[in-house]
């Protein structure tokens, strides 16, 4: 993928060690007024590997496309290890569980050297347009302002008009600029910069 346009925020240190701090149980939920049954967020560990081998095998090819800007039906063991083994501070991906599958999946991964997050979403879609993505955004953005990152920035395509939307409707102050068919945001997560998000009925998540 190309580079973003986008600065970095200067205002907090780039300096926060890329260590594991561990696996930040305080990150777990559960996810209400989405089905009958609660589904539950949690940060990714590394025995999801089948789990998400598990859900890729579920995604549409539009999806993947619209994920990895590529087709993409099996993903290299490579690919799983990086997306399943994050050290919870500069890699940090959420997911969502509908009993033992994984439906839902977002990440950021620090840009080096700079307090900005690269975020990415990717919904199973049969469970798309029912608010997931935009309980993630809000769930992944609290954690990474925890961990001391200043803003997300992302990549998507110009015709993703879900995944702008989301972005769109978050309350952040997002600044966007698209060439070709990609189309770049970038965003400040300080909860104090935040508006309120637009209303949805969509799912919440509460203790588990
Ligand atoms: C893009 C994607 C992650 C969105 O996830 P989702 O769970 O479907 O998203 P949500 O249900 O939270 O939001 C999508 C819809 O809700 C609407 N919405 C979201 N938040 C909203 C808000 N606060 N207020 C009003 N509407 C909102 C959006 O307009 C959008 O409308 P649509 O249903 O007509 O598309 C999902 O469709 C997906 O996985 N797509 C394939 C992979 C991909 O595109 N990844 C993005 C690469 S970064």
């Keep these: 993928m190309s580079e973003t346009p986008f600065t970095p925020s200067p205002e907090r240190s780039a300096e926060v060690p890329a260590t594991d701090v561990g696996y930040p149980k305080e990150l777990e939920g559960a996810v209400t007024g989405f089905a009958a049954r609660p589904l539950r967020v949690r940060p990714v560990r590394a025995d999801d590997a089948e789990r998400l081998v598990a859900f890729h095998a579920r995604l549409s090819p539009g999806s993947i496309y619209r994920r990895y800007f590529a087709a993409r039906p099996l993903l290299t063991p490579q690919e799983v290890s990086h997306l399943t083994q994050v050290d919870y501070l500069d890699r940090l991906a959420l997911v969502i569980e509908d009993g033992s599958e994984i439906v839902a999946i977002a990440r950021y991964e620090r840009i080096p050297s700079t307090t900005t997050g690269e975020v990415a979403f990717v919904v199973r879609d049969d469970y798309q347009h029912r608010g997931l993505g935009h309980l993630l955004l809000?769930?992944?953005?609290?954690a990474a302002w925890a961990r001391g990152l200043t803003r997300f920035s992302a990549i998507t395509l110009l015709e993703n008009r879900g995944?702008?939307?989301?972005?769109?409707?978050?309350?952040?102050?997002v600044t966007a600029a698209h060439?070709?068919?990609e189309y770049y945001v970038s965003f400040s997560i300080?909860?104090?910069?935040?508006?309120?998000?637009?209303?949805?009925?969509?799912?919440?998540?509460?203790s588990t």
């Design 138 to 142: 809000d769930r992944l953005a609290v």
């Design 163 to 173: 995944m702008i939307a989301i972005f769109e409707h978050s309350g952040f102050p």
């Design 179 to 181: 060439r070709d068919e």
């Design 190 to 206: 300080d909860p104090a910069d935040r508006r309120d998000p637009s209303s949805t009925s969509g799912p919440r998540v509460g």
